[in-house]
């Protein structure tokens, strides 16, 4: 297959490492090359996580080029600000809308990215950006479901990450990953697969529009 760059992004404890984690474990059962490179801040709550996850690549270099990553994720505002320079032109940027203020910010002392700022960014880069909302996750049994494994099914069905690893892919994988919370972590992917497909076009692959949201 062709070589699929993916370059994830967030803040500790919001299980964005789990994405890949999954994407890599998918992409390896069906036979692809995967590597890996996850790296984490110092605190484990609210410290800078970010990994990069190359597929396909029987020869992969020591992470992604600027301009190089063919998908993006994020799970929080302002960092993904740091990882839009990797996404290529006609590229995609998945953001799961959360914010975490740093000290300075909530002091007053320092201003916060808007989304606005961000679709900036994403435009400038020639890529297209989808916005998750968090007030917009479905619950389950009364608490909304993973926010992680929901934004992993909207990618899956709204990118082109659906061509490398399928829904089925995926969500065997998940099935076997858990033995607790099978029945949440599979409302919150099926219903992140369903509200991403709008995304897709009748010919099967992604809009070609730079901004699309769920509220």
Partial sequence: MKGYDIYLVGVGGQGVLTIGEVIMSAAFRKGHAVSFYPTKGMAQRGGFVKAQLRIGRASAGAGIPEKGADLVISTEVSETLKAVRYVKAG????????VWAPTAVALGKAPYPTLDDVAAQVRDAGARLTVIEPASLPEF???PVPDNIYTLGVAVAGTHLGEVVSADDVETFVK???TRGIERNMCALHAGLKAGAPAQASGGTPRDRHAW???
Avoid at 91 to 98: E, I, N, P, R, S
Wanted: proline fraction near 0%; avoid cysteine.
């Fill in 213 to 215: 949201a769920f509220h």
């Fill in 176 to 178: 076997g990953r858990w």
């Fill in 91 to 98: 590229g995609d940027v998945v953001l799961f809308a959360y």
């Fill in 141 to 143: 049994e009364g608490a």
